[in-house]
T-cell receptor
Framework: DQQVKQNSPSLSVQEGRISILNCDYT??????FLWYKKYPAEGPTFLIS?????DKNEDGRFTVFLNKSAKHLSLHIVPSQPGDSAVYFC?????????????FGKGTKLSVIP | KAGVTQTPRYLIKTRGQQVTLSCSPI?????VSWYQQTPGQGLQFLFE???????NKGNFPGRFSGRQFSNSRSEMNVSTLELGDSALYLC????????????FGPGTRLTVL
């Protein structure tokens, strides 16, 4: 039973346009959400996070939106650049409940076309 | 600061053997977590160590074990290897217990023949 789902295995976007990556979760105990980017042959790199007490967090070109009622979060990248091409993982934990393990989605491969 | 390092980077073993993977966290980080990445299951949490104690454990059989040393370095051991254990094993370190911006190493690619 997947508790964190990324339903789009891949996404292609033109350079300069907006990339929107989606993530759904089922565990209502999750209260902290993170996005990681992964290049081939490298470990995941932390990108941005959001606590469940917020509905938006912004860091430069990256914005994460959280809709708790829908158990949905999304990562917006504006404008998209070719260097953003990577696999993006959504992750969640229930640290408020004492669970400090990350549950990951299976990832979305983003391709930004020049 | 040097990042998280994992050794070896690549490993080939046969069924029934055992393997030990090593992870050196970022200097000053006391929490080390291990994850398994496979194409079918994605990234799955194995366990987390903090100050030499296992604090959290994922849903993996007892063949998977680990430990952490006083210098925060961690090892992961898999005994009686199975073909399905072929995966990328990732280690992540954090400055405190929890997932607060874990920093991942490049991983060890284990192939079981």
């Amino acid at each position: 039973d997947q508790q964190v789902k990324q339903n789009s295995p891949s996404l292609s976007v033109q350079e300069g346009r907006i990339s929107i990556l989606n993530c759904d979760y089922t565990n209502s105990m999750f209260d902290y959400f993170l996005w990681y980017k992964k290049y081939p042959a490298e470990g995941p790199t932390f990108l941005i996070s959001i606590s469940s007490i917020k509905d938006k967090n912004e860091d430069g070109r990256f914005t994460v939106f959280l809709n708790k009622s829908a158990k949905h979060l999304s990562l917006h990248i504006v404008p998209s650049q070719p260097g953003d091409s990577a696999v993006y993982f959504c992750a969640a934990d229930a640290s408020g409940a004492g669970s400090y393990q990350l549950t990951f989605g299976k990832g979305t491969k983003l391709s930004v076309i020049p | 600061k040097a990042g998280v390092t994992q050794t070896p980077r690549y490993l080939i073993k046969t069924r029934g053997q055992q393997v030990t993977l090593s992870c050196s966290p970022i200097s000053g980080h006391r929490s080390v977590s291990w994850y398994q990445q496979t194409p079918g299951q994605g990234l799955q949490f194995l366990f987390e160590y903090f100050s030499e104690t296992q604090r959290n454990k994922g849903n993996f059989p007892g063949r998977f074990s680990g430990r952490q040393f006083s210098n925060s370095r961690s090892e992961m051991n898999v005994s009686t290897l199975e073909l399905g254990d072929s995966a990328l094993y990732l280690c992540a370190s954090s400055s405190r217990l929890g997932t607060d911006t874990q920093y991942f190493g490049p991983g060890t690619r284990l192939t079981v023949l």
